[in-house]
């Protein structure tokens, strides 16, 4: 069975913690979702953003998300795949160092890593964007830039690949960016 390990932490974006933990887990990959400062079993806030008009998106409570995993005990070497959530934890979640060198190691492993929307700014403090190609929510294009990568606008349903890299927009782009993610993973789905 392969591993995802799947980085989310207080007002992460709900459905970018919950649609890719139940899709993963519905193809038979095994999600250890993780939190740092927090262990299995307990749990997580998410939000919900919605987009009704405004100038950014609308946040609302989501739901209580159970962790599949400790952080502290993870071994990334027993990881097929790394999958970074979006929302606001990814603001203080890029400030945490063992994160970030997940993230670099996954990267220079080439595992595939999918981020969504505000995920790409742990991308970003990570230090592994020089040169590559990716999209994200569009308040974090100047980060994207100012870390090196080549920012790629694309409608909210769609992905980016680049090599083992593939980002999405946001939510609404769950589909496309899940599909490419299993694809790297080995996981050939009949569209």
Avoid at 26 to 39: E, H, I, Q, S, T
Avoid at 99 to 108: D, G, S, T, W
Wanted: aromatic share 8%; with cysteine.
């Amino acid at each position: 069975m392969k591993k995802i390990l799947l980085i989310a932490g207080d007002f992460s974006e709900d459905y970018e913690v919950m649609v890719p933990w139940q899709v993963l887990n519905m193809l038979g990959f095994r999600v250890d979702v993780v939190c740092p400062g927090k262990r299995t079993d307990e749990f997580i806030k998410t939000a919900i953003h919605d987009f009704e008009g405004d100038q950014t998106y609308t946040e609302k409570p989501g739901h209580l998300f159970r962790l599949t995993a400790s952080f502290d005990e993870i071994r990334l070497q027993e990881y097929g795949g790394i999958y970074i959530s979006g929302g606001r934890s990814s603001e203080y979640l890029r400030l945490n160092k063992t994160v970030l060198n997940i993230v670099h190691h996954a990267m220079n492993l080439t595992l595939p890593v999918a981020a969504i929307c505000h995920g790409t700014q742990i991308l970003a403090a990570a230090g592994v964007l020089r040169g590559r190609k990716l999209t994200g929510y569009f308040t974090v294009k100047p980060e994207v830039e100012m870390a090196g990568g080549m920012w790629v606008t694309v409608a909210n349903d769609d992905a980016v690949v680049d090599g083992n890299l593939i980002t999405a927009a946001t939510w609404m782009g769950h589909p496309a960016i899940l599909r490419h993610f299993i694809a790297l993973m080995g996981i050939r789905i009949v569209r």
